[in-house]
C-alpha cells in the first residue's frame, strides 16, 4: 500500500469514526433578548445530558425577533425547539406551519413557559423627571421610548402593560386605559422596530427621559452601559410575560431527536435551569429559586395576559390592522 | 419572418433561449410567485388593505423621499461624474473608488452610521439641533439615507459617457462662438442626458425598495416617516402573508409603471435628437 493511499484510507477511518461519535445537534430557534440567558444555560446542560445519557449534544442558537424567528420555522427551518416571548408566536407555528401539535402548552407544567419577566420602567440617571409610574409617562414634557407594537412583542407587552395600568387604576376602565395609553403614545417620538433597538436609541442616542422593556433587558443595559447610567423604576402594576416553550414535533420525528429535545427543555424547569434563568433576571417558576433571588425581583402586582382574555384575543382587539392601536397612531397623528 | 437573420453572429437562438430562460428563472418566476399568492384576496379586501390610510401614507413619504434623493443625485452625480473626468488632481482615483463605497457598504451599516451621526447627541446632529434642523428620525433621514444608497448609480452610468465624449465637438462649438452655457445646453447636456435619466431612473427605483438603512434613521412614526417597505414587514410580523404581498405588488405596479415611463422618455428623446441630426 503507497503512502498516500495509508494516509488518505486513514483520514477516511478518521471521518468515519467522527462520524459514528458524531453529536446529537440540536437547534434552538429563539428571541433577541435571550441570547445571554441560552449562552450560559447550553454548557449547562450538555453537561448534564452527558452524565445522564452518555451521550454528547450540541445545542445551535438562533435569535431574532420574536415573529420573524417563528416565521421561519413556519417556512422551513428545522428547529427542534423554539423558545418564544409569545404564546401567540407558537400559535402561528401550530396553525400556519402545522410543525408542531397542537396542545404544546400542556406538555410542560406552567402552560410551558418556564420563566416570565415584566414591563419595567427605565429613567436616566438621577430620574431627573420624577417618573413613578404609568401615569407619569402620559404627562406633557415627557419623551417615552418603546419599540413598535406592530413589529415586536416588547412593544406589545408595554402596550397591554400601559393600558392594564388604565384599568387597574382608582376608577378604571376602558375609556380610561384608552386615554392613558394614547397618553403615553403620543409622547413617543421615535418607534424602534424592536426591543434592542429601542434600547439603542435610549443608551446610546440618549434620546428621551424613560424607556420601556422587559426586566431581564434592563440587567443586560446594566452589563452593556454600567450600572451606574440610569436607574429602574418598578411601576404600582405590571404585566406578567410568560416567556413560552415547544418541541417543534415534525422536525424533531424526522430527525429522530424528541427524546433529547424533550429533555433540553424539560431542564429549564430544573433547579440548576432556574438558578440560570435567575442569574439572568428571568423570574423563575421554582419556589427555592425565587426565593434565594427574592432580593432581585420586588414584588410589585402583576397582571397576566388573562386579562385580554389571553393574548390571542389581545392581538385581534389591539394590535391586528384597523383595531385599537392603529386607531390611536391615527389620532395622534391627526393631532400633530 | 426574418427572425433568424436578424444578426450576422452565430448562436442567436441559444443566447436568446439563455437570456429568456434566466430572465423568466430570476426576475420573472418570484414576480409571479408574488402576484399569484395576491389573487388568493377578491378586490374588494385588497383595495382595502393598499388604500389604507396609513399605507397611503407611507406611499407619499416612499416615492416622495425617493424623487427627491433621485433628483439631488441626478445633481451631484453629474458634478461628482464631471470632476472625475474632466479634472486631474491628486487623489483623484481614492475619491473615484470612495464613490462605490454605498453600494459595498451593507444598508444596515450605512443606516446606523448615519443615525449616530445625525441624531440629536451625535457628531452633526448636534450643531444642527442647534441651528433648529432635524434630521435623524424625521422624514430629512429618510432622504438622507436615500442619497447616501443611491449615490453610486447617476455617477457610474454618466462617467463612461462623458470619458468616451469627443472634447473635439466641444472645442468646435466653442471656435464658433458658442457660449459656456450653450456649449453645456446644446453640445454635452443632450450626449450624456440617456445616461443621465437611466441613472436617475436606477436610482429611483432602488430608492424605493431601500428598508436597511432607513429603518435606523427614520424614526417610523406612523403617518409622518413610515416607509412602505416597512408596512410589509409589519403585516408579517401579524403573519398577514396576503396583506404584504398586496402591497408589494402595488410597490411593483407603480415602480414598473415609473420606469415605463422613463425609458418611454429616453426612447422619444433619442428619436428626436436623432431626427436633429
Known amino acids: ?336 | 419572418m426574418k427572425f433568424k437573420q436578424s444578426s450576422v453572429l452565430p448562436g442567436f437562438n441559444l443566447s436568446l433561449g439563455y437570456s429568456l430562460l434566466y430572465l423568466s428563472l430570476i426576475v420573472l418566476l418570484p414576480l409571479a410567485a408574488l402576484i399569484s399568492k395576491t389573487l388568493g384576496l377578491d378586490w374588494a379586501t385588497f383595495w382595502a388593505i393598499v388604500s389604507e390610510p396609513r399605507v397611503v401614507a407611507t406611499y407619499k413619504v416612499t416615492f416622495g423621499a425617493s424623487l427627491i434623493a433621485a433628483l439631488i443625485n441626478l445633481f451631484v452625480g453629474l458634478l461628482i461624474a464631471w470632476v472625475l473626468v474632466r479634472y486631474p488632481f491628486p487623489g483623484k482615483r481614492f475619491i473615484d473608488a470612495l464613490v462605490d463605497l454605498p453600494f459595498a457598504l451593507p444598508t444596515a451599516v450605512a443606516g446606523i452610521a448615519l443615525a449616530t451621526l445625525y441624531a440629536p447627541n451625535g457628531v452633526l446632529g448636534e450643531p444642527l439641533e442647534k441651528l433648529g434642523i432635524k434630521i435623524a428620525f424625521t422624514p430629512l433621514g429618510i432622504v438622507l439615507a436615500l442619497t447616501f444608497i443611491t449615490l453610486p448609480f447617476v455617477v457610474r452610468t454618466v462617467q463612461p459617457v462623458l470619458e468616451d465624449m469627443e472634447k473635439e465637438l466641444e472645442e468646435a462649438a466653442s471656435s464658433l462662438g458658442a457660449t459656456r452655457w450653450q456649449i453645456f445646453s446644446k453640445v454635452i447636456l443632450p450626449t450624456i442626458f440617456p445616461a443621465l435619466l437611466t441613472g436617475f431612473t436606477l436610482a429611483f427605483a432602488r430608492a424605493i425598495g431601500e428598508f436597511g438603512s432607513v429603518i435606523f434613521i427614520a424614526g417610523n412614526m406612523p403617518f409622518k416617516s413610515e416607509i412602505t417597505p416597512l408596512m410589509i414587514i409589519s403585516k408579517l410580523e401579524q403573519y398577514d402573508y396576503l396583506g404584504a404581498t398586496a402591497i408589494a405588488v402595488v410597490m411593483l405596479a407603480v415602480s414598473f409603471a415609473l420606469l415605463l415611463l422613463i425609458n418611454g422618455l429616453q426612447w422619444w428623446m433619442a428619436k428626436r435628437l436623432g431626427r436633429r441630426k
Open chain 1, 1 to 336: 500500500m503507497s503512502l498516500l493511499r495509508k494516509l488518505s484510507l486513514a483520514l477516511a477511518l478518521s471521518s468515519l469514526s467522527a462520524l459514528a461519535s458524531a453529536d446529537t445537534t440540536l437547534l434552538n430557534v429563539s428571541y433577541d433578548v435571550m441570547r445571554d440567558f441560552y449562552k450560559d444555560y447550553n454548557p449547562a446542560f450538555s453537561k448534564y445530558y452527558e452524565a445522564k445519557f452518555k451521550d454528547k449534544v450540541t445545542i445551535q442558537q438562533s435569535h431574532g425577533g420574536s415573529s420573524k424567528q417563528a416565521r421561519s420555522v413556519i417556512d422551513g427551518l428545522e428547529a427542534d425547539v423554539v423558545t418564544m416571548n409569545q404564546s401567540t408566536d407558537i400559535d402561528a407555528i401550530v396553525e400556519k406551519g402545522k410543525q408542531i401539535n397542537a396542545g404544546w402548552e400542556k406538555k410542560y407544567p406552567d402552560e410551558a413557559a418556564p420563566f416570565s419577566s415584566l414591563q419595567v420602567l427605565i429613567v436616566r440617571k438621577g430620574n431627573p423627571k420624577g417618573i413613578k409610574d404609568w401615569a407619569d409617562l402620559g404627562k406633557s414634557g415627557i419623551q417615552v421610548i418603546v419599540p413598535n407594537p406592530k413589529t415586536s412583542g416588547n412593544g406589545r407587552y408595554t402596550f397591554l402593560a400601559a393600558w392594564g395600568a388604565g384599568l387597574k387604576q382608582a376608577g378604571g376602565n376602558e375609556a380610561k386605559a384608552r386615554e392613558l395609553t394614547t397618553a403615553i403614545f403620543s409622547n413617543v417620538p421615535v418607534l424602534d422596530a424592536g426591543g434592542r433597538a429601542a434600547t439603542t436609541t435610549f443608551m446610546q442616542r440618549q434620546i428621551g427621559d424613560v424607556l420601556v422593556t422587559f426586566e431581564n433587558e434592563a440587567e443586560m443595559i446594566a452589563r452593556e452601559f454600567g450600572r451606574g447610567n440610569f436607574e429602574v423604576i418598578y411601576p404600582s402594576v405590571s404585566i406578567d410575560a410568560d416567556l413560552p416553550v415547544a418541541v417543534v414535533d415534525k422536525v424533531v420525528d424526522k430527525k429522530g431527536t424528541r427524546k433529547v429535545a424533550t429533555e433540553y427543555l424539560n431542564y429549564l424547569w430544573s433547579p440548576e435551569g432556574q438558578e440560570i434563568a435567575a442569574q439572568n433576571y428571568l423570574r423563575p417558576r421554582n419556589a427555592a429559586v425565587t426565593a434565594k433571588y427574592a432580593k432581585q425581583f420586588p414584588s410589585i402586582k402583576l397582571f397576566g395576559v388573562a386579562e385580554f382574555g389571553g393574548l390571542k384575543a389581545a392581538q385581534k382587539k389591539f394590535f391586528d390592522d384597523g383595531a385599537i392601536y392603529d386607531q390611536i397612531a391615527a389620532e395622534i397623528a391627526k393631532k400633530k
